[in-house]
């Protein structure tokens, strides 16, 4: 899987640029706020449908213009996705694509950057959404089960909110809900499964100390137990007037050597862990579609020592493409050729 280039047009501070990279590694640099992180962004967006910085897709469109535009070329098609001030439209090679199932995943990425120590500290919610994006770009059946349940989520709480339920209705939703639930589960518990069978060595070869790390999934229920669940938590969604069962609340912590991350991991711990949890990623990408995803490493290389550096640079799959930014080339350790991108803030006009 390679990028061959990346057009934008209107898109956040570019008026109408133009990218082409090499198929292993590429260098940006430039000073901050020149729209480094911007490029991977686009990339992101092509690859998930959406922004991982703003929920609001008008926030992607470049200031007193009515759309913006990604044209992503890469060794499998032609990706582009059109934003207006309404809505938003994809497109393979020059084809309309209606579904997001369709598209979700073709072009797949898999992004380290600063701001990943917020896992830690997000809301479940938010840790839930990393874990929807990561498993639907490789699992058409697990898009296909999420996107059915919170349609399906979203009429039961709508229902629970009348005076009097239609109950027929409810009881209908609640079956319809049981098979979808199970799917979820699985996928999940795969994807975990797969984490966590990486994540402690992949955390060795960064640190080159001997941590075992691992994730608890926190699910709702075993797969067994959802009709039941679904039929004693009845009296609850009623008093609440909103569904208190379902994947909709399942939860992840992170544990080293047994014991909570966040209770006795230092700053440098959980940012390895992290770094380790992404590379982990990818090896579960590589597993379920059997190609390597394209590493983007935002500003991440700065924070991190000598010794981190070259490790991190170590474990980079050979076969991966690889897109880094920076303030500065001196302070990147790179031992190997590479595409340099300079940007100045006066060609982003």
């Known amino acids: 899987m390679l990028i061959r280039s990346v057009a934008l047009n209107d898109y956040r501070n570019y008026s109408r640029r133009y990218f082409e990279f090499d198929p292993h590694l590429n260098i940006i640099i430039g000073k901050n706020g020149v729209g480094k992180t911007n490029i991977l962004e686009s990339i992101l967006v092509v690859s998930n449908t959406k922004s991982y910085r703003t929920s609001d897709d008008q926030n992607l469109i470049r200031k007193d213009c009515d759309f913006a535009r990604i044209n992503l070329v890469s060794d499998e098609g032609t990706f582009k996705v059109v934003i207006n001030k309404k809505n938003k439209s994809l497109y393979i090679n020059n084809e309309l694509i209606k579904k997001t199932s369709e598209f979700i995943g073709r072009i797949n990425a898999v992004l380290f950057k600063p701001s990943d120590l917020e896992l830690f500290t997000q809301s479940p919610g938010e840790r839930r959404k990393l874990l929807d994006i990561e498993i639907s770009k490789v699992s058409k059946r697990y898009i296909q089960a999420l996107l059915k349940y919170n349609y399906l989520l979203k009429d ?194």
């Open 156 to 349: 039961k709480n709508k229902l629970l909110k009348e005076l009097e339920p239609d109950r027929i209705l409810l009881n209908v939703i609640n079956e319809s809900m049981e098979p979808l639930i199970a799917a979820i589960i699985e996928e999940r518990e795969k994807f975990f499964q797969t984490i966590n069978k990486y994540i402690s060595e992949k955390y060795s070869q960064i640190s080159g100390k001997n941590t075992e790390i691992r994730i608890i999934y926190e699910k709702c229920c075993e797969i067994e137990e959802i009709k039941n669940e679904l039929e004693r938590t009845k009296e609850k969604d009623d008093y609440y007037h909103y569904a208190v069962f379902g994947p909709h609340h399942d939860d992840y912590r992170f544990l080293m050597d047994g014991y909570d991350l966040n209770s006795i991991a230092s700053q440098g711990q959980k940012r390895m862990t992290l770094i380790a949890f992404k590379f982990a990623l990818i090896r579960y990408i590589e597993e379920n579609i059997n190609k390597t995803p394209i590493v983007l490493l935002d500003d991440i290389l700065s924070e991190l020592d000598k010794e981190n550096q070259e490790r991190l640079l170590r474990i980079i799959p050979e076969n991966a493409q690889v897109i880094i930014t920076n303030t500065d080339i001196h302070n990147l350790l790179i031992d190997k050729e590479y595409r340099l991108i300079e940007l100045k803030e006066e060609e982003n006009v």
